[in-house]
């Protein structure tokens, strides 16, 4: 289509669903969001769900990062777009970091795709601003507060859609968020706070884990147990004699997955040990291994997180094709919506369950929203939106999107009470659940 025929899309699917109707918070029929939870758990260890509730425990944000399934069902009886685009599908505060480009630039970006799907581009919107609403709360802010915080970052990806709508494919593609290029946007004092951020990003390497992670036993070097959070393979064998030789296959098959360069460096490494690792808040209980190999000597390593990737918690919802592995959706997700990917993000299947890999730390960062004051956090929330107006504009029809937000404040204001409403909810889940873990 033209452009002109794109921007008329949108503004059909603005007569479908008016931005107004996006302040409202749906409630499914039946509603359990407890249900729901447990549902998700039945293929987890269940030896690593008391870690999982005892996390999700802490508070009603921990509680909102591992409830994307609860949020992805209520959404989804409510009024929706025709408007898709690939969601990263968790797009909270905490799945937006620091790592590093292939060029060895620190970059700004969502960092999380376990449950990427196609879906409307609301979404991942709603949720954000969710997000911010929860994390103003922690942070003991009043509510216009917090509408302050929710307005700028609805606006700011509002704009930036806009502002995408209107450039070229390529530079498009070329837009990502160079965390430098942030620090000159600000004043002295968030400067200063972004750049030390940076500085331990860029400590957090495979050589740093390698170090913090590992020691040397009878002569051969070897993962640091730390149960129940990182388990040696050596300590799990028991009924499992096989499961080394599973995970070696599987890095061979993930190998076939990499581009012919990155086969090639992959190559120069050799593989030495491995252990479970329990990651993340939501994640707590799917399989995930860590993976030690070696280069040129001891001191050239490479850890590789491999994690177990399951269906969307979107699937139930959106119709969408379906993937003979859900490891190469994650990646396929994660390639389109971030500016730059890990060089070794790859898949495989191994056991009947699909897994998806990557680096444990390159490095890595995230910025901390309990430490954030109005201002920062405001900020930050601006940065996020255009950061995930990006990742949409790159999987969806940017100028369809554009023009369904318009130029006037409605949707700002639709998401501002959308937020607000369902932060209640997440406050009064988080309660529910405490009684019943």
């Known amino acids: 289509m033209t452009p002109d025929e794109r921007a008329a899309a949108g503004r059909h699917a603005l007569e479908e669903v008016p931005l107004e109707a996006h302040a409202e918070v749906p409630t499914p029929a039946g509603r359990d969001a407890n249900g729901v939870l447990a549902e998700q758990e039945q293929t987890r260890l269940p030896e690593l769900l008391p870690i999982r509730h005892e996390r999700m425990s802490t508070d009603p ?8 399934a609860v949020m992805a069902a209520d959404l989804a009886a409510g009024p929706s777009t025709s408007l898709r685009t690939q969601l990263c599908g968790d797009a909270h505060l905490a799945n937006f970091g620091m790592f590093a480009s292939p060029e060895r630039r620190l970059v700004f970006d969502l960092n999380d795709f376990d449950e990427t799907h196609p879906g409307p581009f609301e979404w991942d919107l709603k949720r954000l601003i969710a997000s911010l609403a929860l994390a103003g709360r922690a942070n003991g802010l009043k509510r216009k507060e917090r509408a302050v915080i929710s307005s700028a970052a609805a606006r700011a990806y509002r704009e930036a859609m806009a502002s ?8 498009l593609w070329y837009a990502h968020a160079d965390v430098e290029s942030l620090r000159s946007q600000l004043d002295k004092t968030r400067s200063k706070k972004v750049a030390a951020a940076g500085a331990k990003a860029r400590g957090r390497t495979s050589l740093q884990a390698f170090r913090k992670l590992t020691e040397v036993v009878d002569g051969k070097r070897r993962i640091v147990a730390d149960p129940p959070l990182l388990v040696p393979v050596r300590d799990i064998m028991q ?23 990155r086969r090639r460096l992959f190559d120069g490494f050799t593989y030495v040990d491995m252990a479970r690792k329990v990651v993340g808040v939501g994640s707590v209980g799917t399989r995930c291994w860590i993976i030690l190999l070696t280069g040129r000597d001891d001191e050239d390593p490479l850890l590789l997180q491999v994690k177990e990737s399951g269906p969307s918690v979107l699937a139930d ?14 990646v396929a997700g994660q390639r389109l919506m971030q500016a730059h990917s890990d060089i070794f993000l790859g898949w495989q299947s191994y056991g009947g369950r699909d897994f998806y890999v990557r680096q444990l730390r390159d490095w890595k960062g995230t910025m901390e929203s309990s430490t954030f004051k109005p201002e ?14 990006r990742a949409h504009a790159r999987g969806g029809d940017r100028i369809a999107i554009a ?5 006037s404040d409605a949707m700002d204001r639709a998401l501002v009470r959308f937020a607000e409403s369902y932060a209640d909810r997440t406050e009064s889940d988080h309660a529910a659940f405490k009684t019943t873990s």
């Not at 944000?61 to 994307?68: E, G, I, L, Q, V």
């Not at 995408?164 to 530079?171: H, K, P, Q, S, T």
Request: charged share 30%; glycine share 12%.
């Open 61 to 68: 944000f921990a509680f909102y990062r591992a409830s994307a």
């Open 239 to 261: 009924g499992e004699e096989d499961l080394e030789d599973q995970i070696r296959e599987l890095l061979d098959g993930y190998r076939d997955t990499l581009p012919e360069d």
């Open 403 to 407: 023009a369904y937000l318009g130029e």
């Open 376 to 389: 920062g956090l405001r900020l930050y929330g601006e940065i996020c939106a255009w950061t995930l107006a």
């Open 317 to 330: 919802h959106i119709k969408a094709g379906e993937w003979d592995n859900h490891g190469r959706r994650v």
């Open 164 to 171: 995408f709508a209107a450039m070229g494919n390529l530079d």
